[in-house]
């Protein structure tokens, strides 16, 4: 082709048709431009098709991500609705004297009470995305929204669970000192025989220092269980916005 064009261009060269090939010549550029623009379209069509695809990888995994992670919050969440629950019947006993309840039930009660469920959802897709700067590449405006609201709230999150593992250190201190933490295994299952010390954990329940450790237990467990309820929520808006591998922009 390129020869082609040569042959044409000497022949009106050699016929002295000057003003033809100036026409012609430039014609060709032309043509050489619409070429170039053309190779340019292709090619940013292929960057785009490309990143397209990256994006709908991008948002399929983040929805994996946090549909595992909601799924393992819904079982953490029920831990913690337990822990709430025997720590409340507990306090309800404290102070009293003449309980009718058996010991083997205050040690399953505190065996739930002082459990410490603690949710640590992964992130490692959402980092990705902020460390590559893909964030702003999210083509729905209310996912990135709903991710930002979530970095808040899993701020929150962490600061309630630090505050809970924190009293439930004093509440195993206050067993170990003034209770049977075998007792407790024991129900459990962890422990194949009781305490060979006449030791009752039913007890505890006259000691003052037990309720005021436990009470600010419940308090963190609480404030834990709303923060995990929200979390539910959010995430659950967060797997149906990404649910589809091409997010609509809205």
């Known amino acids: 082709m390129i020869k082609f064009f040569r042959k044409i261009r000497q022949k009106m060269l050699t016929e002295n048709k000057f003003g033809k090939y100036l026409m012609y010549a430039i014609g060709e550029i032309v043509l050489v431009v619409i070429g170039i623009l053309i190779?340019?379209?292709?090619?940013?069509?292929?960057?785009n098709k490309k990143a397209d695809i990256d994006l709908q990888i991008l948002t399929k995994n983040l929805h994996f991500e946090f549909t595992?992670?909601?799924?393992?919050?819904?079982?953490d969440l029920t831990r913690l609705k337990r822990k709430v629950l025997a720590g409340k019947t507990l306090l309800s006993y404290t102070g009293i004297k003449n309980i009718p309840i058996t010991e083997f039930k205050i040690d399953s009660l505190i065996f739930e009470?002082?459990?410490?469920?603690?949710?640590?959802?992964?992130s490692f897709v959402?980092?990705?995305?902020?460390?590559?700067?893909k964030l702003s590449?999210?083509?729905?405006?209310?996912l990135k929204q709903l991710l930002y609201n979530w970095e808040r709230l899993y701020e929150d999150l962490i600061e309630w669970q630090s505050s809970l593992e924190e009293s439930g250190k004093g509440l195993i201190d206050v067993i170990n000192n003034k209770g049977s933490v075998i007792n407790v295994d024991f129900y459990n299952q962890d422990s194949a025989k009781k305490s060979k010390f006449k030791m009752n954990n039913t007890n505890?329940?006259?000691e003052i220092h037990f309720e005021n450790i436990l009470e600010t237990n419940q308090f963190a467990a609480r404030g834990l269980a709303k923060k995990y309820i929200e979390a539910k929520i959010l995430l659950n808006e967060i797997i149906e916005v990404s649910k589809n591998n091409s997010v609509e922009k809205k």
């Open 126 to 133: 959402l980092n990705d995305i902020k460390n590559s700067g």
């Open 137 to 142: 590449a999210l083509k729905s405006t209310k």
């Open 113 to 122: 009470a002082i459990e410490i469920p603690t949710w640590n959802p992964s």
């Open 39 to 47: 190779a340019l379209q292709l090619n940013q069509w292929n960057e």
């Open 204 to 206: 505890l329940l006259q």
């Open 68 to 75: 595992n992670n909601y799924q393992e919050l819904e079982v």
